[in-house]
């Protein structure tokens, strides 16, 4: 746990640097090093986590809290044109958050436990995935709908809008997805395909929410960026809110 926690904080710190080049020294270069560099230190810490815990390091809160800061990282290096300018500033703030969540989480949360019979399928790797990379793209979406709230008329944002549809369409393909190999995955292991469980409540909620994006004007910008603030609400609530508030089939403890 020792290398983990010092893994976590040599990340913190490159992005820290990262954000200092980026934004007081204005060297670019160097700043996208600075995330490469990071992106191998979370890399070494998942990896570094599932060889001790014998299991791929996405089956619990803090799992995911390490997970989360590697994939939005690559979001910083592969989709350079989504995540320029002040939405790269926004990406990496929130990775240094989530990596201070995961220090700052208790240690019991932290212990590595034994996966439940339930989580040891073949489905666990594509359903657990597939929710992680919608969750990546619909963060994107959440700052691109901040910034076309806040600067709508700006002539530099022009793009915002069609860089916004493009990740409102990764994000609904794989929450839905994530929900119907969750289903498969259900079926194998409660002998139904749906059992009204908070999660999958929700996991439905965000997929309702996301479906009138698509039925909304083509211009209608105010209206899509406040869908997309309302259905990563709704995201956040069924991965945190869920988890913690609302006890049901998927409380692995």
């Keep these: ?57 996405f089956t619990n809160m803090y799992e995911t809290m390490i997970l989360l800061p590697f994939l939005f990282s690559l979001r910083l290096v592969l989709w350079k044109k989504q995540v320029s300018g002040n939405t790269k500033y926004y990406v990496i703030s929130l990775i240094l958050f989530l ?46 709908a901040i910034l076309l709230l806040i600067n709508g008329q700006n002539s530099k944002l022009k793009n915002l809008e069609k860089i916004l549809n493009e990740e409102v369409k990764i994000g609904f393909f794989f929450l839905n997805t994530g929900l119907i190999t969750g289903a498969i995955w259900a079926y194998f292991c409660w002998g139904t395909y749906w059992e009204w469980d908070p999660k999958e409540v929700w996991s439905l909620i965000n997929i309702l929410v996301l479906v009138y994006y698509f039925h909304l004007n083509k211009h209608s910008k105010l209206k899509k960026s406040l869908i997309v603030l309302i259905a990563f609400l709704t995201i956040i609530f069924t991965y945190f809110g869920v988890t913690f508030i609302l006890a049901g089939l998927h409380s692995y403890t």
């Design 1 to 57: 746990m020792n290398l983990e926690f010092n893994l976590i904080v040599v990340a913190i710190c490159t992005l820290l640097l990262s954000l200092f080049y980026s934004i007081k020294i204005k060297n670019q270069n160097i700043s996208t090093y600075l995330i490469f560099m990071a992106i191998i230190v979370q890399f070494l810490t998942l990896a570094t986590r599932s060889y001790l815990a014998k299991h791929p390091p």
């Design 99 to 144: 990596d201070l969540i995961a220090l700052s989480l208790p240690a019991d949360m932290k212990v590595i436990k034994p996966l439940m019979p339930a989580l040891n399928s073949l489905w666990m790797y594509i359903h657990v995935p597939a929710y992680f990379v919608a969750y990546s793209s619909m963060l994107i979406a959440f700052i691109l």
